[in-house]
Nanobody
Framework: QVQLVESGGGSVQAGGSLTLSCAAS????????MGWFRQAPGKEREAVAT???????TYADFVKGRFTVSLDNAKMTLYLLMNSLKPEDTAMYYC??????????????WGQGTQVTVSS
């Protein structure tokens, strides 16, 4: 099993920056794909950015150019650098990990989430 622990959330003003971290532990050798998802009140959970062990990354259109995802394979830690934050980025951010792809089917593992609040 894999355990995921997120950190780095908080409250910022619009235009500010935050960096989220997600540390994986347990059977991390099985992980090939990790990603960040978010869920705002009353909305469905949506994919934000993903990273694969081989180095590929993907981004949702609404964060392209503002967010940067990176995966430290040695530490099995996923990061999300969020710049130019907007009030609509306010959500609970979740980390996910999977043996194949976090965006195909339901990911194997989820973190507990970290809250990001952006004020105007």
């Amino acid at each position: 099993q894999v355990q995921l622990v997120e950190s780095g959330g908080g409250s910022v003003q619009a235009g500010g920056s935050l960096t989220l971290s997600c540390a994986a532990s347990g059977s991390t050798a099985s992980i090939r794909s990790m990603g960040w998802f978010r869920q705002a009140p009353g909305k469905e959970r949506e994919a934000v950015a993903t990273a694969h062990r081989i180095g590929t990354t993907t981004y949702a259109d609404f964060v392209k150019g503002r967010f940067t995802v990176s995966l430290d394979n040695a530490k099995m830690t996923l990061y999300l650098l969020m710049n130019s934050l907007k009030p609509e980025d306010t959500a609970m951010y979740y980390c996910a990990a999977d043996r194949w792809s976090v965006v195909v089917g339901r990911p194997d593992s989820w973190g507990q989430g970290t809250q990001v609040t952006v004020s105007s």
